[in-house]
């Protein structure tokens, strides 16, 4: 090789070495760019943040108007802190309210910044798919007051919170989906307006009343659809009020009423139970009204077990079970109605057997049994059921 090409080549490799420096450098440079305009992008965020929170505490209603709708922005702009503006926003419902407008402490236009918030989660949770959707985060109202809301057709794929929350309005969460998250309302209080759930779907997930009071008002699971998962109302207190499952389809779903206490108002399940179950181990009813008027049991089950009836009634009237099961096993009836009045079993199964009666007033009249299995325990057979 003459000295030529050996300088022919050396330029070349000197030429190569020099475009790939240059290539890392132009990348170098670029990355520090970039990091440069994220930082500046995540300061600029920072100070949106800084300016919403301090909209949010402002004396004047406007301007906690703006600061909600700014850091519902934010949280649409700032994915990484989209959790944390939520839960800002839900901060501020848990803050103590006044809702009386003559009351000292009540603050001019707060009902309309609280129910502006509803709204705005509320738009964030209809489209699941949406990039900027809210279905699939926390909501946590724990402890807050509702004197109204709007959920209305809102998706809740995620974990939700009313617990210990004060319901004195109507809160609307008609045809809502709730998908496999959990839903809690304990230690709720119910004492006026309606929680509407007509028409919404529950595909599995948790929905829990567990220790909630239902001092009035009204709860509406109406046309419901409830495909699996659990309905807790364990440890609740019933005063006053109405829940109903009035037409509401049950899939393998359970619903529970563990050790709760009826003292009056009803809950209405004139539902279809296919695979159900429904369960009222040692509850207490000492008023009030739990119906199954014209319900339809296909392999659906209700149990009473270690169930207390002194008082109010327990009625069965006009329902329909296919191989469904209804016990009141180790039950104590001393007062109130026990009512089957034209009732239809096919197959199934009754048990009565470790139960005592000593007041309660069983009625089977115009009853038809049709191959169901019945085991009366020590109760002597009603009349119209022998």
Known sequence: ?????????????????????????????????????????????????????????????????????????LADDWEEQRQVCIDVL???????????????????????????????????????????????????????????????????????????AGFIGSVDFRLAEFSSGSVGFRGATFSGGTVDFSEAKFNGGTLNYRGAKFNGGTVDFSRADFSGGEVVFDDAAFSDGTVSFSDAMFSGATVTFASAD??????????????????????????????????????????????ALTSGTVDFSDAVFTGGAVGFVDARLTGGMLSFDHAHFIGGTINFSGAIRSGSTLRFDGTAFTGTAIDWGSLPVPAGAQ
């Open 262 to 307: 009826f003292e009056g108002g009803t809950v209405d399940f004139s539902a279809a139970f296919n695979s159900g179950t429904v369960a009222f181990s040692k509850a207490e009813f000492s008023g009030g009204t739990v119906g199954f008027h014209r319900a339809a049991f296909n392999s659906g089950s209700v149990q009473f077990a270690d169930a």
């Open 1 to 73: 090789m003459n000295v030529n090409d050996v300088l022919k080549a050396s330029v070349t490799a000197l030429t190569l070495i020099g475009a790939v420096l240059a290539g890392l450098y132009a990348y170098r440079k670029q990355l520090l760019s970039e990091g440069d305009a994220h930082r500046a992008d995540a300061s600029q965020l920072a100070d949106r943040y800084t300016t919403a929170a301090e909209q949010l505490g402002h004396d004047q209603a406007a301007v906690r108007l703006a600061g909600v709708y700014a850091l519902a922005r």
């Open 90 to 164: 839900c901060a501020y419902l848990r803050m103590p309210y006044q809702p009386d407008p003559a009351a000292t402490d009540h603050k001019t236009g707060e009902r309309e910044v609280r129910h502006t918030i509803i709204r705005v989660i509320r738009n964030h949770l209809q489209q699941p798919s949406d990039p900027l959707s809210w279905c699939t985060y926390t909501l946590d109202f724990t402890g807050a007051t509702f004197d109204g809301g709007d959920f209305y057709s809102s998706h809740f794929r995620g974990e939700v919170h009313f617990c210990d």
